[in-house]
């Protein structure tokens, strides 16, 4: 009876209760379940922005899930690979936009890009010019001396274009000795002015150093746009015309044409008394 009435009115231990270091364990291991279903919805995300071809955020979420996983700090070989492909992917995303022979981008990248500028505050500012640019009498260079120097030609031409673009223009291959040089954001007189100092630099470049009777010239032809947002084809157009303005003038010329609509010639080559003046094409 004492021993029952003993059992039944006696205590049992109390709970135990958690501990600083099982406090922290405790929320270590909810830190790692959060951070697995983080990083289970970043990798989601990944898999569905690849899908749509986004691959540079699609690295990028790969990433976060790692270092969700692994820490930001501790090297680990799924980084590493992440890393890897990202650059390389950024490598043969650049190699797709340049032209291979002469490393000025290409066509495809000047049609993306015009549309893309369209909405940039520089051109809605300022509008947008394009420089048309033809090397003269280029066929005769490549007859005479081959087309493997033919193509260093280019690639020095494409290098003094690039020397005179100011930040945020860029120069493209049109296509065989042509090339368009992209002036967001410039007026006209600025556009003008860049294309004369690219003309003045190829026709004073040491050709010799290439071949002792060797000289080149180009032709510019340099459009600029009067709406908003400026018609890109139009603008591709009245550089073209102006650019065959130039030629027809004796080439070795910038072809522009003035706010009354006459066509006129930067530089020294303005004192020319025949300037051809074709129709305007309104861009």
């Known amino acids: 009876m004492g021993r029952n009435s003993a059992r039944a009115g006696s205590v049992g231990p109390a709970p135990r209760q958690a501990g600083p270091l099982e406090d922290g364990a405790l929320d270590a291991h909810l830190d790692a379940q959060l951070d697995s279903e983080l990083a289970g919805a970043h990798?989601?995300?990944?898999?569905?922005?690849?899908?749509?071809?986004?691959w540079e955020e699609a690295y990028g979420r790969l990433r976060s899930a790692v270092e969700m996983l692994h820490g930001p700090d501790r090297p680990h070989p799924v980084r590493a690979e992440l890393d890897r492909l990202r650059r390389e992917h950024a490598m043969v995303?650049?190699?797709?936009?340049?032209?291979?022979?002469?490393?000025?981008?290409?066509?495809?990248y000047l049609d993306d890009r015009l549309s893309t500028l369209l909405d940039d505050p520089s051109v809605l500012r300022a509008g947008m010019a394009?420089?048309?640019?033809?090397?003269?009498?280029?066929?005769?260079?490549?007859?005479?001396?081959?087309?493997?120097?033919?193509?260093?030609?280019?690639?020095?031409?494409?290098?003094?274009?690039?020397?005179?673009?100011?930040?945020?223009?860029?120069?493209?291959?049109?296509?065989?000795?042509?090339?368009?040089?992209?002036?967001?954001?410039?007026?006209?007189?600025?556009?003008?002015?860049?294309?004369?100092?690219?003309?003045?630099?190829i026709d004073q470049h040491p050709w010799a150093e290439l071949e002792p009777e060797l000289r080149v010239t180009v032709s510019v032809g340099v459009a600029h746009s009067v709406s908003q947002p400026p018609d890109v084809e139009q603008l591709l157009m009245s550089a073209d015309v102006l650019l065959y303005a130039a030629k027809g003038a004796g080439r070795n010329a910038v072809a522009y044409r003035r706010t009354c609509g006459t066509v006129a010639l930067a530089g020294p080559a303005g004192a020319r008394r025949d300037i051809p003046q074709p129709a305007s094409v309104d861009c």
Request: proline share 3%.
């Open 43 to 54: 990798i989601s995300a990944a898999e569905e922005l690849a899908g749509l071809g986004l």
């Open 130 to 201: 394009l420089g048309m640019v033809d090397i003269d009498h280029f066929k005769k260079v490549n007859d005479r001396y081959g087309h493997p120097f033919g193509d260093r030609v280019l690639q020095r031409v494409v290098s003094e274009l690039d020397a005179v673009l100011p930040e945020g223009c860029f120069c493209a291959r049109y296509g065989g000795e042509e090339f368009a040089l992209v002036l967001p954001g410039c007026d006209q007189d600025e556009a003008v002015a860049v294309c004369e100092r690219a003309r003045l630099r």
């Open 93 to 108: 995303h650049e190699q797709a936009r340049r032209d291979f022979l002469t490393a000025s981008y290409n066509r495809r």
